[in-house]
């Protein structure tokens, strides 16, 4: 039990489909991540959130459009993806200058 | 730039220790990490160890740092079959406005053999 809560686990989507990805963290914790990890990748940092603001977005393409709504809750929207963007998507959080992110399971995402 | 480097794969018998090696090049680093991921799981911490320390030991887990030469290993003593997972060797900045972005390392693929 991490605490770190994603749905949905796997996802298939199309090229034209728009879908999205939530995250729930319930460890009162203020900032949170999206990762992507691809097969023999490294894993690669999205979206940084702190207090629901947006502090570091590592040259993502505009097809991924985060949200934070609130501390808790971290979204992933996703519309005209490409084939090579099918990846494990992973969620984190974290205290603001805590040296530990706890991560949630992941979504699988395949783009046919 | 930023890029950690680790093997790929490393295959051990039961009750052996096991050493997984990784190098980094950002010299800002504040904290080097080690996480664990198990087949369709996130991500666990397993522990860290600040940069200006050279040695971190953790019951079975050992952590050692040459800052000199950007060489971080983590030593797992008595090797069992419940460790083997992908270990991933990660850096930290502190983001500007808040946040820790870590760097993460391809990971290391461990099998642990009866």
């Known amino acids: 039990e991490t605490g770190v809560t994603q749905t949905p686990r796997h996802l298939v989507m199309g090229m034209t489909n728009k879908k999205s990805l939530k995250c729930e963290q319930h460890l009162g914790h203020n900032a949170m991540y999206w990762y992507k990890q691809s097969a023999k990748k490294p894993l690669e940092l999205m979206f940084v959130y702190n207090f629901k603001e947006q502090t570091e977005n590592n040259s993502v393409p505009s097809r991924f459009s985060p949200e934070c709504p609130n501390s808790s809750h971290l979204f992933l929207h996703l519309h005209t993806l490409q084939p090579e963007d099918s990846a494990l998507y992973l969620c984190?959080?974290?205290?603001?200058?805590?040296?530990?992110?706890?991560f949630g399971p992941g979504t699988r995402l395949t783009v046919t | 730039g930023e890029d950690v480097e680790q093997s790929l794969f490393l295959s051990v018998r039961e009750g052996d220790s096991s050493v997984i090696n990784c190098t980094y090049t950002?010299?800002?680093?504040?904290?080097l990490y080690w996480y664990k991921q198990e087949p369709g799981a996130g991500l666990q911490l397993l522990t860290y160890i600040f940069s200006n320390m050279d040695m971190k030991q953790d019951q079975r887990l050992t952590v050692l740092l040459n800052k000199k030469d950007k060489h971080l290993s983590l030593r797992i003593a008595d090797t069992q079959t419940g460790d083997s997972a992908i270990y991933f060797c990660?850096?930290?900045?502190?983001?500007?406005?808040?946040?820790?972005?870590?760097?993460f390392g391809t990971g290391t693929q461990l099998k642990v053999e009866l």
């Open positions: 950002d010299s800002s680093s504040t904290y």
């Open positions: 984190a959080s974290s205290q603001e200058d805590s040296l530990e992110q706890y």
């Open positions: 990660a850096e930290s900045i502190t983001v500007a406005g808040g946040g820790n972005k870590l760097t």
